[in-house]
Each structure stands twice: as C-alpha cells, then as structure tokens.
C-alpha cells in the first residue's frame, strides 16, 4: 500500500530528475571548494584529514565536515580512500567536473523551479567553506544572517524538495487517523507548521471533518509556536480544535504539563532526528501515547543509491548537528539515519509493531533515491 503513490506522485519525476541535477551541483561545488582551499593541490598525493588539518592551520573541529566532503567525493569515485596504519589516506583519482554550475543550475530550473531554495543553500554554504574551515565563520554566521534567513525559510516552506516530508507526513498521518475515533494529535518540533497545513489541507481537500480530533501544535522555539499559529488560523474559518504549546522532547514531560498515555497520535516532520539523546526521546514520546497509539514521522533518511543527503552539507556547519549522542544501534554516525536505523529504534522503545509507511525495501527496489521515509511504531 502507498508504493505507487510513494514513487509517481510523491517523489514525481521532476523530482527524480532535478534531485540527480542537484548531486551534480552539490559535486560541483564540493571541487570547487577543495581548489579555493588548496586541499586539492594536497590531494595530488596521498594525505590523510589530519596533515590536511595541520598543513592548512585548521582546527580538529572541521573534521568531520572535510571528511563529509571526502566521503562524498569518494562515492562518486573522484576520491580513492586507503587505509594506512589507524588512518585513512585519500589522493584524487583524476575524474573532473565537466559542465559548470551554472548550466547545472539552470537545467534544474527549468525542470522544478521550486527547489531553487536547495541550490542556493549549497551555493551560500560552499562560497563560505572556506571561512568555516578557518574558524573565521560558523554555520549560524552563514545560515541565519538577515540575507540568508530567507532562503532557509524559503527551504523548509516552498522547496518542493522538502514539501515531500511535509506531504509524506500529512497523508499517512490522516490515513492513520481514519482509523481512530476522535483521536488526540500532538504534533512535536512543529516549526513553522508545514507538516500541520499539509494535514489540515488534505482534509479540505477531501472534505473530511476538521472537528473529529483534538490537535495540539508544540515546538521548543516560543518564537515560532506564535508565528505558526498565526499562520494556521489563515487556513480555514472552520472551527479547528487545535491549541499551541511548549514541548522539549529531550526533557521530561511530565515536569513540562504533559501526561503519560495520553494521545492516540504523536507525529512530526523531520523534527525527531534533532533529538540529543534518540533512544531517550522516543522513549519518553512512546510512554506519552495511550495503548495502541501511533508516533509517526516523517523523516529525511539517507537512500540506498546515495547514503549521503545534500542537505547534510549545509546543516554540518551547525554546532547542533554535531551535538547528538551517537549509538553502535541506532545512530552510528553523524547526519541522517537510515531508515532500518529508525526501525531498529522504535522496536528498542518498546513498540510492538513498525514499519515504514509504504515499506522501504519495496520502494528502493524500484528507485535508487528515497530520501524520505514515514516511520510509524504502534504501542
Ligand atoms: C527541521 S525543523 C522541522 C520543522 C517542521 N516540522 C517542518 O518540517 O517544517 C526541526 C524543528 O524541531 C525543533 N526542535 C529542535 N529541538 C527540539 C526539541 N528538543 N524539542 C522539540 N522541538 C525541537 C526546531 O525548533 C525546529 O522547528
């Protein structure tokens, strides 16, 4: 079930297409950094992370963000990486970049304009590479300045890349509800409310009820429960029975006014991955649902033909994507999980029943890139 929807509609073709263009761009981009740093001149020989560290003046910080680099330039063969002692040498393999970024990027525009948001994050990104390998900039300097505070709310909110989480999320979320009778909805990390509009307008959409639920909207950030609220009461003038509150899932409910077992649906899009501590957050939302609710998200998760997101180059340069507890079950590295991943962690939350909504290893039998998934454990 949901499989043909899954592969035509939600990731269309525009979508396949734009989305490879979009790999090429982010490629692209990648080798340009390495020549304006010089680590390209480095790579003519075998070097590993660490003498590059050294011989640039950088600091053991950036680690991680070259080696993200090198993994990824690696999987398109334009890296070879070899083991030496307990480290890892790389050396270029010669491959280069044929058309430039610009052909690239219009070729994508003309396919699906609305991803427009994701190119010019990679672009911003790229162009301050250097600086955040020198430590002159970090990720918030060069994500949330005044100029590129609109492109990233540009990303999450007409980027038809992450509409599809949004879309994802909203359709298996009502499909779980048609289910239920009168169910109680908690929506966490709901940001700026895209995940909860795609709900309500599909409803309208497909004149379901708008009162046969109880909804009630959080998010960490009070700035944003305020925004979103106002945002939402502009979609209908039907009587909606949604309220908008403060949650931390990383905290202890009960101490924030929340109960135990008390909702038949926890949900959120792409919000849960922010978690500190997974393993400890799905367990407090799993102990929050009433027997035989559902927490559903809606999840970027890294695919089968790509194991490594492009979004993943933009949100490095953030102190919070480095900040999260790593775990030899669940979240064995950096960046987005795998979808088996979330699985393995909602069965070691307690959930009796999970799966991923349409199942995954159908999907990706079908197509390389399913970058998003909808993961669904039943208590
Ligand atoms: C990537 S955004 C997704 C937002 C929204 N669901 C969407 O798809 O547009 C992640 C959201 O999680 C929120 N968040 C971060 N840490 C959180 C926490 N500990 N508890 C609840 N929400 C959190 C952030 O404020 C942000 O709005």
């Known amino acids: 079930m949901f499989e043909e929807w899954y592969l035509n509609d939600l990731i269309n ?5 734009s989305w490879k263009l979009c ?39 950036v680690f ?49 304009p609305l991803t427009q948001s994701t ?6 990104v790229s162009e301050n590479y250097p600086d955040y390998l020198e430590g002159k900039k970090n990720g918030v300097d060069i994500l949330f300045n005044e100029e590129s505070i609109n492109i990233m709310n540009e990303f999450y909110c007409i980027n038809e890349f992450y509409a599809v989480h949004n879309i994802g999320g909203g359709t298996i979320l009502n499909y779980d509800i048609s289910q239920r009778n009168n169910p109680s909805i908690l929506e966490i990390g709901g940001g700026m409310g895209g995940g909860t509009k795609q709900f309500i307008l599909q409803r ?58 008390s909702f038949d649906v926890i ?24 027997p035989g609710g559902s927490l559903l998200i809606a999840e970027t998760v890294r695919a089968d033909g790509n194991p490594m997101v492009q979004q993943e180059f933009i949100l490095n340069t953030l102190d919070s994507y480095w900040d999260v507890v790593l775990d030899e079950d669940i979240r064995p590295q950096y960046g987005f999980m795998h979808w088996k991943n979330w699985l393995k962690a909602f069965e070691l939350a307690g959930f009796s029943n999970f799966e991923t909504i349409p199942d995954m ?8 890139n399913c ?9």
């Open 23 to 61: 790999d090429l761009y982010l490629l692209t981009n990648l080798d340009g950094i390495l020549k304006k740093t010089g680590i390209f001149e480095l790579l003519k020989n075998e070097i590993s992370i660490n003498e590059i560290i050294i011989k640039c003046g950088y600091t053991d910080k």
């Open 361 to 368: 290893s159908e999907v990706e039998k079908k197509y390389d």
């Open 204 to 261: 309208i959409a497909g004149k379901q009820k708008l009162d046969n639920f109880t909804y009630i909207f959080t998010e960490v950030a009070n700035k944003l429960l305020r925004a979103t609220k106002k945002e939402i009461s502009e979609i209908t003038n039907e009587n909606i029975n949604i309220s908008y509150k403060k949650f931390d899932f990383n905290t202890d409910p009960i101490e924030q006014g929340y109960e135990n077992n």
């Open 119 to 124: 190119f010019d994050l990679i672009k911003l």
């Open 371 to 379: 970058y998003v998934a909808m993961i669904r454990g039943i208590k």
């Open 64 to 112: 991680y963000s070259i080696k993200w680099i090198f993994d990824r330039l690696g999987l398109d063969d334009y890296l070879l990486s070899t083991p030496l002692n307990d480290t890892i040498v790389y050396k270029l393999t010669g491959k280069t970049y044929k058309r430039n970024v610009t052909e690239i990027f219009s070729e994508a525009m003309n396919l699906a």
């Open 13 to 17: 073709e525009r979508i396949k297409k």
């Open 267 to 290: 949900w959120g899009v792409n919000a849960l991955h922010v978690a500190k501590d997974l393993k400890k957050s799905i367990k407090i939302l799993y102990n929050m649902l009433k």
